[in-house]
């Protein structure tokens, strides 16, 4: 069974914090992407990536940077936290943009809370 | 800009009623578009798709979309809803101009009242 696994559920921090999150996936994939989820504002792109080593800025990438050492785990990094960033963070994967088909395989989600 | 829109925050249908969850799309290219669900406290699970072919796709749990690229719609629906169809679903289209990334409506929550 195919799988993009999120490494904590639920995470709170406290403002100013380095926060890490961390997602894998086993299929292979090429490309991988982080989203955010706020009620009412659906799923925004943060950022995302189609190889190692390589990281595009998504819409919304101010306070957030990502890492993708390996091809199967991609990191989003937030160096300050701040309560702005209370959200659901969403990580996906996909076949290479050349498949054209576009299915996102997604995580279960990490719910990170700033306090 | 491609774009998508779901103009019901909210749909409540009552238990064995047929189900429509509304779509509409602007692409400047072929739309390749993408039914998700997403279940409380859950990851994204992906529905169906639509790439070419028939207007009308089925995919998985009963569920379908009929494509109308005169009306730029792509309309979910199901013969007969069940309670556990009550979950928030997204609506996302293939973006040709910004490096093929999938954009997503902000979401219709689906109640199916007992």
């Known amino acids: 069974d195919v799988k993009v696994t999120q490494s904590s559920r639920y995470l709170v921090k406290r403002t100013g914090e380095k926060v890490f999150l961390e997602c894998v996936q086993d299929m292979d994939h090429e490309n991988m992407f982080w989203y955010r989820q706020d009620p009412g504002l659906g799923l925004r792109l943060i950022y995302f990536s189609y190889d190692v080593k390589m990281k595009e800025k998504g819409d919304i990438p101010e306070g957030y940077s990502v890492s993708r050492e390996k091809k199967e785990r991609f990191s989003l990094i937030l160096e300050s936290a701040s309560t702005n960033q209370t959200s659901m963070y969403l990580c996906?994967?996909?076949?290479?943009?050349?498949?054209?088909?576009?299915?996102?395989?997604f995580g279960e989600g990490s719910r990170l809370t700033v306090l | 800009a491609q774009s998508v829109a779901q103009p019901e925050d909210q749909v409540n249908v009552a238990e064995g009623n047929p189900l429509t969850v509304k779509c509409t799309y602007s692409v400047s290219g072929n739309p390749y578009l993408f039914w998700y669900v997403q279940y409380p406290n859950r990851g994204l699970q992906f529905l169906l798709k639509?790439?070419?072919?028939?207007?009308l796709v089925k995919g998985s749990y009963g569920f379908e979309a009929e494509f109308n690229k005169s009306q730029t719609s792509f309309h979910l629906k199901k013969p007969s809803a069940l309670v556990s169809d009550s979950a928030l679903y997204f609506c996302a289209v293939r973006d040709w101009g910004r490096d093929d990334k999938i954009i997503f409506g902000k979401g219709t929550r689906l109640h199916i009242l007992p």
């Open positions: 639509y790439i070419t072919g028939d207007n």
């Open positions: 996906a994967s996909s076949r290479t943009s050349g498949s054209r088909d576009g299915e996102l395989f």
